[in-house]
């Protein structure tokens, strides 16, 4: 596994999530989150520990910079816990999986369900938090759903561009 394509597609996604996404909030319903990219394309190889630790790490650095309070951190671990989860339901035969995650190694039809699934689970989750409660439910899930909507979209079109 190439770690420095790794780190340089973390630090690249950080920065433009911060700089760009960040300010960029839709009609008030729209926070796309594309940081979840750099869990999402983790290797498989690794510890389910491993990924939990990054997972709380990646969302740490978000909660510092959005200054929400152990929210970020949440989701991303929920995300990574499921992850091996939903691959071993996605994929049938997970011996050909490489060590990267893209539409190369699971296909496209794959590739859509993981991402969306894991992308719903972690706005639904940041949305539930941040809301602090069920009194605006149906605001939360309108603002789950166009999130994910985009955030998904960016994640498939990066992955496209850049598995050819």
Same mark, same amino acid.
């Given at each position: 596994?190439?770690?420095?394509? @790794?780190? %340089?597609?973390?630090?690249?996604?950080?920065?433009? @999530?911060? !700089?760009?996404?960040? @300010?960029? @909030?839709?009609?008030? $319903?729209?926070?796309?989150?594309?940081?979840?990219?750099?869990?999402?394309?983790?290797?498989?190889? !690794?510890?389910?520990?491993?990924?939990?630790?990054? %997972?709380?790490?990646?969302?740490?650095?978000?909660? $510092?910079?959005?200054?929400?309070? %152990?929210?970020?951190?949440?989701?991303?671990?929920?995300?990574?816990?499921?992850?091996?989860?939903?691959?071993? $339901?996605? $994929?049938?035969?997970?011996?050909?999986?490489?060590?990267?995650?893209?539409? #190369?190694?699971?296909?496209?039809?794959?590739?859509?369900?993981?991402?969306?699934? =894991?992308?719903?689970?972690?706005? !639904?989750?940041?949305?539930?938090?941040?809301?602090?409660?069920?009194? #605006?439910? %149906?605001?939360? =899930? =309108?603002?789950?759903?166009?999130?994910?909507?985009?955030?998904?979209?960016?994640?498939?079109?990066?992955?496209?561009?850049?598995?050819?």
């Amino acid at each position: 596994m190439d770690w420095t394509k @790794q780190i %340089g597609r973390y630090v690249l996604v950080m920065v433009l @999530q911060v !700089l760009l996404f960040n @300010q960029l @909030q839709l009609l008030g $319903v729209c926070h796309p989150y594309i940081y979840i990219l750099c869990l999402l394309m983790m290797p498989i190889t !690794l510890p389910h520990s491993a990924d939990m630790f990054i %997972g709380a790490a990646v969302g740490l650095v978000m909660d $510092v910079f959005c200054n929400t309070p %152990g929210i970020h951190m949440a989701a991303c671990i929920l995300v990574m816990f499921i992850r091996p989860y939903l691959l071993g $339901v996605i $994929v049938n035969d997970k011996d050909r999986l490489n060590e990267q995650i893209s539409i #190369h190694s699971l296909g496209l039809e794959a590739m859509v369900k993981y991402t969306a699934v =894991l992308v719903v689970v972690h706005h !639904l989750m940041v949305f539930m938090i941040a809301s602090w409660g069920w009194t #605006h439910l %149906g605001f939360v =899930l =309108l603002e789950t759903a166009v999130s994910s909507i985009l955030t998904i979209g960016i994640i498939l079109g990066y992955n496209m561009l850049t598995n050819r």
